[in-house]
C-alpha cells in the first residue's frame, strides 16, 4: 500500500495563519451562518486490569467501528470538521498551492525520521 506524499515542512507552516480563523462550536462564521457544535461523545466506562492496575477507558465503546452508534459519531464529526475548514478564506487558492508544490518534483518522501542535533533522515 502506497502512503501519502509528506506536505514540505514550510508550507505546513503556512497553515498556522489560518488556525485562528476558524470558527469555535456556536460561533458565527464571517458569512453570518451559525456552525453547529460537533457531536459530543458519550462517556460509557471500560474497567480492565492490566499487571495488577485497574485501567478505566471512557471512551473504549468508540473503537467498535461497526456499531451504527460509533458510526454516526464519525460522521456527524466529519460534518462539523469539513464545516469549520469550508469557512477558511482563501482555503481553494492554499490546496491548489499545496498540490502544485506537491506535484513539483519527480519524487516523493513517504518517511522522515528526525533525530537528535537536528538531524533528518529520509
Given at each position: 500500500?502506497?502512503?501519502?506524499?509528506?506536505?514540505?515542512?514550510?508550507?505546513?507552516?503556512?497553515l498556522?495563519?489560518?488556525?485562528g480563523?476558524?470558527?469555535?462550536?456556536?460561533?458565527r462564521?464571517?458569512?453570518?451562518?451559525a456552525?453547529?457544535?460537533?457531536?459530543?461523545a458519550a462517556?460509557?466506562?471500560?474497567?480492565?486490569e492490566?499487571?495488577?492496575?485497574?485501567?478505566?477507558?471512557?471512551?473504549?465503546?468508540?473503537?467498535?467501528?461497526?456499531?451504527?452508534?460509533?458510526?454516526?459519531?464519525?460522521?456527524?464529526?466529519?460534518e462539523?470538521?469539513?464545516?469549520?475548514?469550508?469557512?477558511?478564506?482563501?482555503?481553494?487558492?492554499?490546496?491548489?498551492?499545496?498540490?502544485?508544490?506537491?506535484?513539483?518534483?519527480p519524487?516523493?518522501?513517504?518517511?522522515?525520521?528526525?533525530?537528535?542535533?537536528?538531524?533528518?533522515?529520509?
Amino acid at each position: 500500500m502506497r502512503r501519502s506524499p509528506l506536505i514540505p515542512v514550510a508550507l505546513g507552516c503556512a497553515l498556522l495563519p489560518f488556525l485562528g480563523l476558524l470558527a469555535h462550536p456556536g460561533s458565527r462564521a464571517r458569512d453570518g451562518r451559525a456552525i453547529a457544535a460537533p457531536p459530543v461523545a458519550a462517556v460509557r466506562p471500560v474497567s480492565e486490569e492490566y499487571f495488577g492496575s485497574k485501567v478505566t477507558d471512557p471512551y473504549r465503546w468508540l473503537e467498535n467501528l461497526q456499531d451504527p452508534e460509533v458510526q454516526k459519531w464519525f460522521k456527524g464529526q466529519d460534518e462539523y470538521t469539513r464545516a469549520v475548514l469550508e469557512r477558511i478564506p482563501g482555503r481553494a487558492a492554499l490546496l491548489e498551492r499545496i498540490a502544485e508544490v506537491n506535484h513539483s518534483a519527480p519524487y516523493r518522501v513517504f518517511d522522515v525520521e528526525r533525530l537528535a542535533g537536528e538531524k533528518y533522515f529520509y
